[in-house]
């Protein structure tokens, strides 16, 4: 069983358009995050939410809107999408808000803007 | 602000080469760290973690780092590398962030090791 999966993995979009990402985790875990993983590998986390409360907002512009329906669930919209959103994101999820576990990433969704 | 540093960016060695990546964080507090592997095309996953104890830790495939707190230093070591180590290598310490603890991530090592 996935422990952290991610649908889609793949999403080729044109400038302007509006996309879901979604995460799903199977481990019972309380918190989760968005990261962002540009062409360079730079990782840079964007949002956390712990049993479904935003924790974490890093300066993300607000074109991107998370929302967790649950502790297991945690969604990524991002309106009228750019170029240099293109990268790979990662879902992630932990025991806990307070960095010290560790987190599972899920395979993450290749996004690739037109 | 906190931040980590590895100070390797892109590293080749050839098999059986040993392996040293340097991690330097700027933290006073307590912290937890933690190295992350990514193979190409795949996601991260943990290879060793630091809370307490033994400041030398051993991890999954051969590696362990060496936690220094007077150096504020979380080097990742292997002794032997094999080509299936080729990776990325991401230091991470917890540290606190306003009301909160996050990690903070430093920029990656692009570890290649050649046949």
């Known amino acids: 069983d996935t422990a952290v999966s991610q649908t889609p993995k793949y999403l080729v979009t044109q400038m302007g358009n509006d996309k879901s990402i979604k995460c799903e985790q199977n481990?019972?875990?309380?918190?989760m995050y968005w990261y962002k993983q540009d062409s360079k590998k730079f990782l840079k986390i964007m949002f956390s939410?712990?049993?479904?409360?935003?924790?974490i907002n890093e300066t993300v512009p607000n074109r991107f809107s998370p929302k967790s329906p649950d502790k297991a669930h945690l969604n990524l919209h991002i309106n009228s999408l750019e170029l240099g959103d293109s990268a790979v994101y990662f879902c992630?999820?932990?025991?806990?808000?307070?960095?010290?576990?560790?987190?599972?990433f899920g395979p993450g969704t290749r996004l690739t803007v037109t | 602000a906190q931040s980590v540093s590895q100070h390797n960016h892109h590293v080749i060695l050839s098999e059986a080469a040993s392996l040293e990546l340097g991690c330097n964080y700027s933290?006073?507090?307590?912290?937890?760290l933690f190295w992350y592997v990514q193979y190409p095309g795949q996601h991260l996953q943990l290879l060793l973690k630091?809370?307490?104890?033994d400041p030398l830790v051993k991890g999954i495939k051969g590696f362990e780092a060496e936690f220094i707190k007077s150096k504020f230093s979380f080097n990742l070591r292997k002794p032997s590398v094999q080509w299936s180590d080729t990776a990325e290598y991401f230091c991470?310490?917890?540290?606190?962030?306003?009301?909160?603890?996050?990690?903070?991530w430093g920029l990656g090592t692009s570890l290649a090791v050649n046949p």
């Open positions: 630091y809370f307490s104890g």
């Open positions: 991470a310490v917890n540290a606190r962030a306003g009301n909160n603890r996050k990690l903070i």
């Open positions: 939410y712990n049993n479904k409360e935003l924790i």
């Open positions: 933290y006073g507090g307590t912290v937890n």
């Open positions: 481990l019972g875990h309380d918190t």
């Open positions: 992630a999820s932990s025991h806990g808000d307070r960095g010290s576990y560790e987190q599972y």
